[in-house]
């Protein structure tokens, strides 16, 4: 199977645009999870989308949302940039199975620039 | 909350030495760890996790609730495992997915 895909890779944006990066999962899978990363903060959570609804949030502001698809695929959206935006954002797909340990399978992520 | 540390950013050992990474959780609930490894130009990628008490690449993991630990360990180290290495706890709320992660040690095996 091939496995997560991320689009774009690279990315560069300027402080109070918007933008949109898209997540398509490994197929089968239908939760997709979405992770910051930068070097102070390291890896943190952002949200889990399964069967188009948001199941998990983390503690992050309102600029920054997603949505799942019919087909999982899912999308990322964040508003007014602000330079501490600036970081590789992960996407990660599992099954999705209750009650169970769902290994995660992450992409290459996208690496977003704020200047 | 649940937090994961991982007290050692950079760990260096020779080749052939014992490596044992350290991680240290708080959660309230019945934990699911996870080791996540990160290989040079590749992407995050399951090394191992707690509940199927496997070993992969000679790496294993215990969980100790009374310490709250989970640390990795393998008795000889190579080369090949040089690698950014993140403890991951899995909190389960809505029956979904959500890691917490440490902040990565990266391990240097020296030849």
């Known amino acids: 199977k091939a496995g997560v895909t991320q689009t774009p890779r690279y990315l560069i944006k300027t402080r109070g645009q918007q933008v949109t990066l898209s997540c398509s999962p490994i197929?089968?899978?239908?939760?997709v999870s979405w992770y910051q990363q930068t070097p102070g903060q390291g890896l943190q959570f952002l949200f889990e989308y399964f069967s188009e609804t948001q199941r998990n949030k983390g503690n992050f502001p309102g600029r920054f949302s997603g949505r799942q698809f019919s087909n999982s695929r899912s999308e990322m959206n964040v508003s007014t940039l602000e330079l501490g935006d600036s970081a590789l954002y992960l996407c990660?797909?599992?099954?999705?199975?209750?009650?169970?340990?769902?290994?995660?399978?992450f992409g290459p992520g996208t690496r977003l620039t704020v200047l | 909350a649940q937090r994961v540390t991982q007290p050692e950013k950079l760990l260096s050992v020779f080749k052939g030495a014992p490596v044992e990474l350290k991680c240290n959780y708080s959660?309230?609930?019945?934990?699911?760890l996870f080791w996540y490894v990160q290989y040079s130009r590749q992407r995050l990628q399951l090394l191992l996790r707690?509940?199927s008490r496997e070993s992969i690449k000679g790496f294993t993991a215990d969980l100790n609730k009374g310490e709250t630990s989970f640390h990795l360990k393998k008795p000889f180290a190579q080369e090949e495992d040089s690698a950014m290495y993140y403890c991951?706890?899995?909190?389960?709320?809505?029956?979904?997915?959500?890691?917490?992660f440490g902040g990565g040690t990266r391990l240097m095996v020296k030849p």
């Open positions: 959660y309230s609930g019945s934990p699911e």
């Open positions: 707690h509940i």
């Open positions: 991951a706890l899995s909190g389960r709320r809505n029956a979904g997915n959500m890691l917490t």
């Open positions: 990660a797909s599992s099954e999705g199975l209750a009650g169970s340990s769902d290994t995660q399978y």
């Open positions: 197929s089968g899978h239908r939760s």
